[in-house]
């Protein structure tokens, strides 16, 4: 089955740099999601990684992926307070319509 | 272009009542997706369909919960009656088409949700 293990909370200081951090398990999995829950809101995809790939970038942006571990990280360069919010790591296994998504980390920013 | 639009946006009703979900997709999207959200959980998949066909209700409580997609464009989920347990977010989504081919995105646009409280 499958499954994505997240931490709940991370804290930063705003300015620093944010590493969220998600293991899966399926290793068909062929993307890989983060998406951002503001309060109130749904989720806004962030990015995603095709299973074949071991880096993006996008902004302020980073994903790297480890196959090998399973392990998943989102990087949010110079973390602003807007980027307070919870942040969900999902898999989509290979031919399947719908991702499994992680219980969320919730990034915290403060001054 | 306007995004998935769900309403009411919040409601608060007493166990026992009915209660339902509205939800517009994004205009040109054949694929329509509900989930539930529970507090401190992600999103979990009820009920998906293609134009309006229900293609995947596996996980939807179907003694009570139901829904449909008429004319392929909108959607209500509805649950009667509504328990306790049923207090969650309820998210509608919305994909650009269903058929999957290796290496499709697919990218999924979430609505905003309907914040069901039962008392």
């Known amino acids: 089955g499958e499954d994505v293990e997240q931490s709940l909370f991370l804290s930063v200081r705003e300015g620093d740099s944010s590493v969220i951090n998600c293991t899966y398990t399926?290793?068909?999995?062929?993307?890989l999601y983060w998406y951002k829950q503001e309060p109130g809101a749904g989720l806004q995809l962030l990015t995603y990684?095709?299973?074949?790939?071991d880096m993006k970038q996008d902004q302020r942006l980073t994903v790297l992926l480890n196959k090998k571990d399973k392990h998943l990280s989102l990087r949010i360069a110079d973390t602003q307070t807007g980027d307070s919010a919870i942040y969900f790591c999902?898999?989509?296994?290979?031919?399947?319509?719908?991702?499994?998504f992680g219980r969320g980390t919730s990034l915290i920013v403060h001054p | 272009e306007a995004g998935v639009v769900q309403s009411p946006r919040y409601k608060i009703i007493e166990k026992k009542q009915p209660v339902a979900f509205w939800c517009n997709p994004i205009?040109?999207?054949?694929?329509l997706y509900w989930y539930r959200q529970n507090l401190g959980q992600g999103p979990e998949l009820l009920i998906r369909?293609?134009?309006?066909?229900?293609?995947?209700d596996s996980q939807l409580p179907k003694d009570r919960f139901s829904a449909e997609r008429l004319k392929g464009v909108d959607s209500t989920l509805k649950i009667q009656p509504a328990e306790l347990g049923d207090s969650a977010v309820y998210l509608c989504?919305?994909?650009?088409?269903?058929?999957?081919?290796?290496?499709?995105?697919?990218?999924?646009?979430f609505g905003p949700g309907t914040r069901l409280t039962v008392l």
């Open positions: 989504a919305s994909s650009l088409e269903g058929l999957i081919r290796q290496g499709d995105n697919n990218e999924q646009f």
């Open positions: 399926d290793s068909s999995s062929t993307y």
């Open positions: 990684i095709f299973s074949n790939m």
């Open positions: 999902a898999e989509k296994p290979g031919g399947s319509y719908i991702p499994t």
């Open positions: 205009s040109g999207h054949n694929t």
């Open positions: 369909y293609e134009n309006e066909e229900a293609v995947d």
